[in-house]
Structures are given as structure tokens and as C-alpha cells.
């Protein structure tokens, strides 16, 4: 592993000064290509245009139809966490519109991914006159044509990317189909869905219909939520969308679920950055979808009884807890694998007993570990077939590289979907062997050198006039996410002690120009040596009400 400085423009970084952001963050932001302060000013006003994406007209006059005819309208959810914020938004939305809507979660474990003729089997017995998929959908060519045989409308909301074949839907909005303008091709499922209650609303004030007007921006929390969870690219737009959501959970205005998943994770939502979005409420709220049934996320997020919301969120957690133990085992039966293959490169895993809910975190895991692309896979339900998740690595595209095992050996994989960095799959438990040399040879193909060499990205040096409890809190009150990565230091330390602290980290002093410095090292027992090029995080450290900073070493140089 090799620790690099990003490199900026000059002018860009005095541009940034010159706006009046402090020095240091004019050097981050400048990292990350900034050029000017309009790219980090955020309002609703700034916001891309709903009229930019195709089909989202037709949507809003589909919907307005349905609303003003009485009919009964069914969202189809997804499982994880930009599904279930993606479901909470149309809820509330269309229920404040006067819309007659429920909705629906698949099953993971009997039924899959997506609105698959099973699941609309299952749909049809609450007699809806339209389906409306969140989060997915795009790939639902099956499902469609089900509704359709039954008298079914449908209208797809997704973000995915389309594959060769478009379901017969009444209407697709999706900023990644072909013919669509809409410059932010990385807008989460949630942020599809915010953006046609956006274009709804429009339709329903020129219908002359709106009873009264609805304050959309009060979703705005939920879908900051789900856009962090689910990993898209921070594009300006959605930093924008996100920097609402933020500003309402910090002045106290978020939903009570949300306000809910945050007290159950020990946070102040006064306090509360993108951060704890994705790495203490997202992974709360998908622990329903991995273990149990998203119906308790969705419902802790469309409930406006606080102690619904709460007694919801302490059940998440408790799912949450749940998660993270049979993470913690199915990782050491992989690391053992590691061991016992040795110089051997493998991407894919299997055990018999590991939870399908669960493998894409482990592959998330593993891929971290190995700087590689990583599958892992579960037995389903059925008992005959292999649910897989995989996760890939900066510059390597997942879903294009399954998209090259399918057509060079159909019937293979069953099914496949997901993005460049994550995708899904079913194969038969029988083919994973010649699944497994496919993968590889694939791998071979498709990964470039330059995402075989495991190289940290940093900020550079952090002088000490900057480790102060104001900067820290600057930092961590920015709008960080995949793409627009978290202030990550580097510097080159001499190790004064180190200690293990709760039983699976390192707690160190560490000394630099003389001076000295507390620091942890989460998640790691390996001792370090005497002097280390590290990357690290310049964080608030909270303890008896006494807040002081502390460098997270995330990266040692190897």
C-alpha cells in the first residue's frame, strides 16, 4: 500500500481563499477539483431541474391522474436503505397530496430483487391500479408484463443502470435510460422519487387540485439519508440535497425515525454530519433488510409517533448488533480461507452456513482487505441456488465485468444487476466452481494495473495550528460521501506507546515536530514500529463530557 497527496491547482485553491473559506479547507475542496465557491454554495434554488429528466412529466400527470380518480396506488420498496427512504418519501409525499398508497416490500429471502411476477402475484391480492417501483425496477421486464396481464399500471423510479431490455412500463424515470438529460447521473433511488413528488406537486398546483400547499423540503432528511447510504458519487447536486437534509436534522425538524436512529446510535442530531449517516443510521436501518424485513425501517420512517419511531429504532439496533456478530464470524471463516490458500489469489467465497442478508457487507470486508474485487456467496432459500454480492475496487467496473461473464457463457448466472462498485447475482450452487474461474478470468480482462496497486489518497500535511477542536468540527460539519471523500491526513510519526483498548483497537501517542499527539488505531491489534508514515483523520474525541482531538490512524504505509 503506497500513501499519495492529491495534487490541485494553485489558482483554484487562492480562488477558494479569495471566496473566504479558511486555508485549509480551500486546499481540500481544491483536491477535489473545486473551482469556485458556486460549486459549494447549497440551496433548494440550485437544485438541477425536475424537467430534466425524461418520462417525469408523464409521471407527475400518471400520478395526478390516479390521485384525483381515487385510485389505489402500491410502491413497490427495495430492501436496503436508499429503497426504504426512497418508499418513505413517496408514502408521505402522495399521502399529503391526498393519495390513497401503501406499499410493499419484497421478502429478500423468497422473493429477490425487484418487481419480479412472483412479488406482483402478491401485489395483485391488495387490488392496486398502479405499482410504483423505487430504487428498482429498471431490469423488471418479467414483472411489468405481469401487471400489465393483470390490468396493473406501473411506473418505474429507479437509478440503475438499464440493460438491454426496458420493461413495458406506463412510464420509467431514470436519470441512467437512454435519451435522458439530466446532468446528475449518480441520483440515488431516493433522490428519483424526491424529484417526482417535486414535479407532481407542480402538476397538481397547475390542476388547480392542491388543497394546500405541501413543504416537500420537510423530506429532504430522509433523502440525505438515503443518498449517504447508498453510496452514489457526491456530485454537486447531490451534496446539495444532502446539505438540506442535514440542515433539517440539525435544527431539530428531522422525521422521528430518523431523530430516532441517531439517539439509538448515540449521536446528537444537533451534531449530525454525513458521517454518522452512513456508518451509524444507514447501517441501522439495513439491518432489517439483511436480517429481517424492511417493513420495520420503513415504518420507523413513516411513523410520526416518536415512541413508534423509537421503540422501531431500538429493534434496528438490536437487528444492528445482530448483524455485526455474524459478520464478525462469516469474516473469520474467510480470512481462514485466506490462510489456507495462501499465495493463491481468489475473489470468491462460499460457505454453506453463511446468512444471504449479510455477504455484501462481507465482501465489502474482504475487497478492503485484499484490494481486489470480491464475491461472496449464500445458499437461498430454495436450497439449490447461490445468492451473490459483490464489491469492486476504484477504476474496475463490477457489473460490466458479470455483464462479460453472461454473454460469453449464457446460462451461467442466472440473473445480475447493480452499479460499477456493487452488484448482485444468482448462479446455481452447482456452477460456482466454473463461476469462480470465469470471475478470475474475467478479473483479468477487466482490471486495469492501475486498480491492482492499493494506493491511499490524503490531504497532505496538517500543520498544528490546525489540529484545534474548531477545525475538526469545520471538517466534520462538511458534505462528505463516496466521490467527495472525508479530509484524510498523512504524516510521518514517531510512536512514543501503544496500548489495546477494548479489546480490538490500538490506543497510541504518537509524536511529531516534538510535539505529542493521542491517537487510536480502530479495528487493528498489529503493532506498529517505532516510526510510521501514516494516513489519518483529524477527529473530536468525546469522554466525561470533555471533548478533545485525536487522530484516527486509518492507513500505515507499507
Same mark, same amino acid.
Given at each position: 500500500?503506497?500513501?499519495?497527496?492529491?495534487?490541485?491547482?494553485?489558482?483554484?485553491?487562492?480562488?477558494?481563499?479569495?471566496?473566504?473559506?479558511?486555508?485549509?479547507?480551500?486546499?481540500?475542496? /481544491?483536491?477535489?477539483?473545486?473551482?469556485?465557491?458556486?460549486?459549494?454554495?447549497?440551496?433548494?434554488?440550485?437544485?438541477?431541474?425536475?424537467?430534466?429528466?425524461?418520462?417525469?412529466?408523464?409521471?407527475?400527470?400518471? @400520478?395526478?391522474?390516479?390521485?384525483?380518480?381515487?385510485?389505489?396506488l402500491l410502491i413497490i420498496a427495495d430492501y436496503d436503505a436508499d429503497g426504504a427512504t426512497a418508499c418513505a418519501v413517496g408514502v408521505r409525499a402522495l399521502r399529503l397530496f391526498g393519495a390513497n398508497v401503501d406499499y410493499l416490500v419484497p421478502d429478500r429471502f423468497k422473493l429477490g430483487y425487484g418487481l419480479s411476477p412472483e412479488l406482483v402475484d402478491v401485489a395483485a391480492a391488495r387490488q392496486p391500479n398502479l405499482l410504483i417501483t423505487?430504487?428498482?425496477g429498471i431490469a423488471s421486464v418479467e414483472g411489468v408484463a405481469r401487471a400489465r396481464a393483470l390490468g396493473i399500471g406501473t411506473l418505474i423510479t429507479d437509478h440503475h443502470l438499464p440493460g438491454a431490455e426496458l420493461p413495458q412500463a406506463d412510464c420509467i424515470v431514470n436519470p441512467n435510460q437512454i435519451g435522458c438529460s439530466f446532468p446528475s447521473k449518480a441520483l440515488a433511488g431516493v433522490?428519483?422519487?424526491?424529484?417526482?413528488?417535486?414535479? @407532481?406537486?407542480?402538476e397538481l398546483r397547475k390542476r388547480g387540485v392542491l388543497k394546500s400547499e405541501v413543504n416537500l423540503g420537510s423530506l429532504t432528511d430522509l433523502v440525505a439519508l438515503g443518498t449517504i447510504a447508498d453510496v452514489v458519487p457526491l456530485d454537486v447536486n447531490n451534496r446539495n440535497l444532502v446539505s438540506q437534509g442535514l440542515k433539517r436534522i440539525r435544527a431539530g425538524r428531522a422525521q422521528p425515525g430518523i431523530h430516532a436512529l441517531l439517539r439509538a446510535a448515540g449521536r446528537n442530531p444537533a451534531e449530525a454530519t454525513s458521517f454518522d449517516l452512513g456508518f451509524l443510521v444507514g447501517p441501522r436501518l439495513n439491518a432489517a433488510g439483511r436480517l429481517a424485513d424492511m417493513s420495520l425501517g420503513i415504518e420507523c420512517l413513516i411513523t410520526d409517533d416518536e415512541a413508534r419511531a423509537a421503540n422501531c429504532a431500538q429493534e434496528l439496533d438490536r437487528l444492528n448488533r445482530q448483524r455485526r456478530e455474524i459478520e464478525a464470524g462469516m469474516l473469520e471463516q474467510a480470512l481462514?480461507?485466506?490462510?489456507?490458500?495462501?499465495?493463491?489469489?481468489?475473489s470468491v467465497f462460499f460457505a454453506p452456513e453463511w446468512h444471504e442478508g449479510v455477504v455484501g457487507i462481507l465482501a465489502s470486508r474482504l475487497k478492503d482487505r485484499l484490494h481486489r474485487p470480491v464475491i461472496c456467496f449464500a445458499r437461498s432459500a430454495d436450497g439449490h441456488s447461490l445468492k451473490g454480492s459483490g464489491r469492486s475496487v476504484p477504476g474496475h467496473h463490477l457489473r460490466d465485468c458479470l455483464d462479460l461473464i453472461a454473454k460469453r457463457l449464457p446460462g451461467l448466472?442466472?440473473?445480475?444487476?447493480?452499479?460499477?462498485?456493487?452488484?448482485?447475482?444468482?448462479?446455481?450452487?452447482?456452477?460456482?466452481?466454473?463461476?469462480?474461474? /470465469?470471475?478470475?478470468?474475467?478479473?483479468?480482462?477487466? @482490471?486495469?494495473a492501475s486498480a491492482r496497486t492499493r494506493m491511499v489518497e490524503t490531504d497532505g500535511s496538517l500543520a498544528h495550528a490546525d489540529t484545534t477542536l474548531?477545525?475538526?468540527?469545520?471538517?466534520?460539519?462538511?458534505?462528505w460521501g463516496q466521490g467527495f471523500p472525508q479530509p484524510l491526513f498523512c504524516d510521518t510519526f514517531a510512536v512514543e506507546s501503544q496500548r489495546i483498548v477494548g479489546e480490538r483497537h490500538l490506543k497510541l501517542i504518537v509524536m511529531k515536530d516534538g510535539r505529542r499527539y493521542e491517537a487510536m488505531r480502530f479495528g487493528s491489534l498489529d503493532p506498529l514500529t517505532a516510526k510510521v508514515r501514516a494516513a489519518y483523520r483529524l477527529a473530536v474525541n468525546e469522554f466525561n463530557g470533555l471533548k478533545s482531538i485525536q487522530f484516527n490512524l486509518e492507513h500505515v504505509e507499507s
Open positions: 500500500m503506497k500513501i499519495v497527496e492529491r495534487t490541485y491547482q494553485e489558482r483554484d485553491r487562492h480562488a477558494l481563499m479569495e471566496a473566504g473559506f479558511h486555508p485549509l479547507l480551500a486546499r481540500i475542496y /481544491a483536491g477535489r477539483r473545486i473551482r469556485s465557491a458556486t460549486e459549494l454554495t447549497y440551496s433548494p434554488a440550485a437544485l438541477l431541474p425536475p424537467l430534466l429528466l425524461k418520462g417525469i412529466e408523464q409521471a407527475a400527470a400518471l @400520478l395526478a391522474d390516479c390521485i384525483q380518480a381515487g385510485k389505489r423505487v430504487d428498482n433522490g428519483v422519487m424526491f424529484y417526482v413528488t417535486i414535479a @407532481l406537486r407542480a481462514e480461507r485466506l490462510q489456507s490458500l495462501q499465495a493463491q489469489a481468489s448466472i442466472v440473473r445480475f444487476g447493480g452499479h460499477a462498485q456493487a452488484a448482485g447475482l444468482t448462479i446455481a450452487e452447482s456452477e460456482l466452481e466454473r463461476f469462480a474461474i /470465469a470471475f478470475e478470468r474475467a478479473l483479468e480482462e477487466t @482490471l486495469p474548531d477545525i475538526a468540527r469545520l471538517l466534520e460539519d462538511g458534505i
